[in-house]
C-alpha cells in the first residue's frame, strides 16, 4: 500500500546513545516533514524538506539532524540522545499544492533512559 | 509566527449530546485540517477545508471554516462512544512549504 513507512516502531536507548529513525515515502511527494509529539503539547515540527536537497528547522530542531537522502527518504538523527528527546515520532510527507496532500507514517516511539 | 489554538482541551460528554470544538489560528492561512488520533495510532485525516465559508460533513462531524474570524469548528452531532478520540486542528501557509501547525489537540471521552 502507498503511504510513508517509518522504521523502527520502538526504541529504547541509554542517554549519550545515537540512532537515525528512517523515514521513507512512495507517493512521489515533494515535501517531507519530521514532527514530534508529547503529552498536551500536539504535534511540533522539528525539520522539514520542501524538495530534494533542501532541508530548514522546524520549531523545535535542537539535538536532531536530518538528512534528505533522495525524493524518497528522510532520515532523523540524533547524536546524543537525551531523556527530553523521550517521545513519539512522526513522519509526513506532502504533495505540497495538492489539497489536503499530507501523509503521515505509523510513529516511532522513542524512550531515553 | 503562526499560532494555532484549540479549546477545550479535555471534553467528557454524554452518548447523544451535541458539542462544538474551536480552533483558531493567528495567521493567515491557506488550508485548514482536522485530523483524529487514538491512543498509540497515527494521526488519520477527517477534513480538508480550503476556503472561507467552506462546510464539510462526514457522519456525526461537521466541519466549517471562517477565514475572516481564523476561526474553525468541528462539531459533534448526537455524539457516540466511537467517536471518543483526540482531535487535532492544524493549519499550513505558504503553500504547506513549511508544514502543519498544530493545535494541541482536544481529547474527547464520550461516555455511554
Known amino acids: 500500500n502507498a503511504g510513508v513507512t517509518q522504521t523502527p516502531k520502538f526504541q529504547v536507548l541509554k542517554t549519550g546513545q545515537s540512532m537515525t529513525l528512517q523515514c521513507a515515502q512512495d507517493?512521489?511527494?515533494?515535501?517531507m516533514y519530521w514532527y514530534r509529539q508529547d503529552p498536551g503539547m500536539g504535534l511540533r515540527l522539528i525539520y522539514y524538506?520542501?524538495?530534494?536537497?533542501?532541508?530548514d528547522k522546524g520549531e523545535v530542531p535542537n539535538g536532531y539532524n536530518v538528512s534528505r537522502l533522495n525524493k524518497r527518504e528522510f532520515s532523523l538523527r540524533l547524536e546524543s540522545a537525551a531523556p527530553s528527546q523521550t517521545s513519539v515520532y512522526f513522519c509526513?510527507?506532502?504533495?505540497?499544492?495538492?489539497?489536503?496532500?499530507?501523509?503521515f507514517g505509523s510513529g516511532t516511539r522513542l524512550t531515553v533512559v | 509566527e503562526l499560532k494555532v489554538e484549540q479549546n477545550p482541551l479535555f471534553l467528557s460528554m454524554q452518548e447523544g449530546k451535541n458539542y462544538t470544538i474551536y480552533c483558531n489560528y493567528s495567521?493567515?492561512?491557506?488550508?485548514l485540517y482536522w485530523y483524529r488520533q487514538d491512543p498509540g495510532k497515527s494521526l488519520e485525516s477527517l477534513f480538508v477545508?480550503?476556503?472561507?465559508?467552506a462546510v464539510k460533513q462526514e457522519g456525526r462531524l461537521m466541519a466549517s471554516l471562517d477565514t475572516k474570524a481564523r476561526l474553525s469548528t468541528l462539531h459533534i452531532t448526537a455524539a457516540v462512544h466511537d467517536l471518543s478520540a483526540t482531535y487535532f486542528c492544524?493549519?499550513?501557509?505558504?503553500?504547506?512549504?513549511?508544514?502543519?501547525?498544530f493545535g494541541k489537540g482536544t481529547h474527547l471521552i464520550i461516555q455511554p
Open positions: 495567521t493567515t492561512s491557506d488550508r
Open positions: 509526513a510527507s506532502s504533495g505540497g499544492a495538492a489539497p489536503g496532500g499530507y501523509t
Open positions: 477545508l480550503l476556503s472561507n465559508g
Open positions: 507517493m512521489n511527494h515533494n515535501s
Open positions: 524538506s520542501a524538495s530534494e536537497g533542501t532541508t
Open positions: 492544524a493549519v499550513d501557509y505558504r503553500g504547506g512549504a513549511d508544514g502543519l501547525t
